[in-house]
């Protein structure tokens, strides 16, 4: 026989305030833990895209010493050679040249996915598919310091290699970024990025040319840009820092200025 001070069943479960009230907390809980998610998910994608600066380093370094000219942006890369179009299973497609990310490639990376920063979203194929076009995002100084079609410096030539930018985070500028003289304002809304940065002595540095476009290393990550130097090490940095304008005067600065990291001298 039941006692008389036994509960019903349903004198068990949640009332519908308490329900409300855990849903509140879950809610509450949610909203404090997704952003810090998401700022931890745009560090790892940061940290991911250092490390491929990295391996490009140390690639672009073993090559040097390999070759008697630094790597070349595209078209010849030893000697006089010229390495005509660009391989079966490309990296950047092109009918006469081949780029560097394909002459690294062949002997140095043996990777396709070194050259995306993860911070960009990837084309319709992965990267690791060979003979699709990469979406890239971290470029070479051009021509700042490399050369294109044969036309080249030895590494005896880098005055200050300390100081000396050869990889970053790279991508098309927005229009209104081409006249700012304020690099740590320019910015890039493109899902892509590109495979080379200008400097001052290129025209298209400063507003785009056809074939050419106007690609910069930009602060993609946060308040900064990876990148990778001609001395081995990675580093973030604002762009602002690299020299290309001279801030009292907001004028570009030319080969040779004290504040300039990314020429040769």
């Known amino acids: 026989m039941n006692s008389p001070r036994s509960k019903s069943p349903l004198n068990n479960g949640f009332t519908l305030i308490e329900l409300l009230v855990v849903i509140a907390i879950i809610a509450i809980l949610a909203g404090m833990l997704l952003p810090a998610l998401g700022k931890a998910k745009i560090q790892a994608k940061g940290t991911a895209c250092m490390s491929n600066h990295k391996q490009l380093a ?3 370094k073993i090559y040097t010493e390999d070759q008697p000219y630094l790597l070349n942006f595209g078209g010849g890369s030893v000697g006089t050679g010229y390495l005509g179009p660009a391989p079966a299973d490309y990296i950047v497609p092109n ?4 780029y560097w990310p394909d002459i690294l490639r062949s002997n140095y990376t043996l990777s396709r996915q070194v050259h995306s920063c993860p911070a ?8 690791e598919n060979a003979g ?8 070479i100084n051009w021509p700042g310091i490399v050369g294109f079609n044969n036309a080249r410096i030895s590494e005896s030539q880098i005055i200050r290699p300390s100081d000396t930018v050869i990889f970053g985070d790279t991508g098309p500028m927005n229009p209104q ?3 700012e003289t304020k690099p740590d304002l320019w910015t890039s809304a493109s899902t ?3 495979h080379y940065f200008l400097t001052p002595p290129h025209a298209a540095f400063l507003a785009p040319i056809p074939g050419v476009g106007c690609n910069r290393i930009y602060n993609r990550h946060g308040n900064g840009a990876n990148t990778a130097w001609m001395d081995g090490r990675v580093e973030k940095v604002k762009v602002s820092t690299l020299g290309f304008y001279d801030p009292a005067s907001g004028v570009t600065n030319a080969i040779g200025a004290p504040t300039a990291l990314w020429d040769n001298q």
């Open 58 to 60: 140390l690639a672009f």
């Open 177 to 179: 970024s081409y006249a």
């Open 192 to 194: 892509r990025g590109a």
């Open 120 to 127: 960009l979203p990837m084309t319709a194929n992965p990267p």
């Open 95 to 98: 009918p006469s040249f081949t």
């Open 132 to 139: 699709t076009a990469h979406n890239l995002g971290i470029g």
